[in-house]
T-cell receptor
Framework: NAGVTQTPKFQVLKTGQSMTLQCAQD?????MSWYRQDPGMGLRLIHY???????DQGEVPNGYNVSRSTTEDFPLRLLSAAPSQTSVYFC????????????????FGEGSWLTVV | QQQVKQSPQSLIVQKGGIPIINCAYE??????FPWYQQFPGKGPALLIA?????SEKKEGRFTISFNKSAKQFSLHIMDSQPGDSATYFC????????????FGTGTRLTIIP
């Protein structure tokens, strides 16, 4: 089982460049999300999607864009990279955002380490 | 917005000790309390979870205890090992109406030999 696959694993960008972090899941999950992880800040929600064609902002959406054209894919776009976007990014998926219990376990990708210089 | 406050931010425990990580929440609009474990260089993964109709759940050396009156749930690791060194997150899954799945701030646990 591939689970949640993120690419690239590592990336160095120059300030002002744009790029897309790719995320794909093969579990037919409706809910997908992007988090960034910074020291002492935990996991902060950037954007999320409850299904194909539906996206919404999380806690820290500025400077990022997302789209959800298929159930499987949820790319994260950095529009004009800034040093403050240096972070580790995690894509995650779950069966839904509603309803508690083991059936709604959140599955994470391995992470993408992004450095903006 | 509802909050989950996790403490401590970091913790160093000698091998064999019992680290305790706490999460406090503001209201009872939850019906599932999972903990996620993240090893360095990896994504978080579900470790153990509890429902509020029980006060304690054990899985191997990991125990969750739940104190409804104090609005707090805790993770204990019995006979801790260096391999338990990781970051631990409690998780807030709101009941209905809010789709922003939010984690606690995380506790970086180091078990020293």
């Amino acid at each position: 089982n591939a689970g949640v696959t993120q690419t690239p694993k590592f990336q160095v960008l120059k300030t002002g460049q744009s790029m897309t972090l790719q995320c794909a899941q093969d579990m037919n999950h409706e809910y997908m999300s992007w988090y960034r992880q910074d020291p002492g800040m935990g996991l902060r929600l950037i954007h999320y999607s409850v299904g194909a064609g539906i996206t919404d902002q999380g806690e820290v959406p500025n400077g990022y864009n997302v789209s959800r054209s298929t159930t499987e894919d949820f790319p994260l776009r950095l529009l004009s990279a800034a040093p403050s976007q240096t972070s580790v990014y995690f894509c995650a998926s779950s069966y839904s955002s509603q309803g508690s219990g083991p059936g709604n376990t959140i599955y994470f990708g391995e992470g993408s380490w992004l450095t903006v210089v | 917005q509802q909050q989950v406050k996790q403490s401590p931010q970091s913790l160093i425990v000698q091998k064999g000790g019992i680290p305790i990580i706490n999460c406090a929440y503001e209201n009872t609009a939850f019906d599932y309390f999972p903990w996620y474990q993240q090893f360095p260089g990896k994504g978080p993964a579900l470790l153990i979870a509890i429902r509020p109709d029980v006060s304690e759940k054990k899985e191997g050396r990991f125990t969750i205890s739940f104190n409804k009156s104090a609005k707090q749930f805790s993770l204990h690791i019995m006979d801790s090992q260096p391999g338990d060194s990781a970051t631990y997150f409690c998780f807030w899954e709101p009941r209905g109406g809010n789709e922003k799945l939010t984690f606690g701030t995380g506790t970086r646990l180091t078990i020293i030999p």
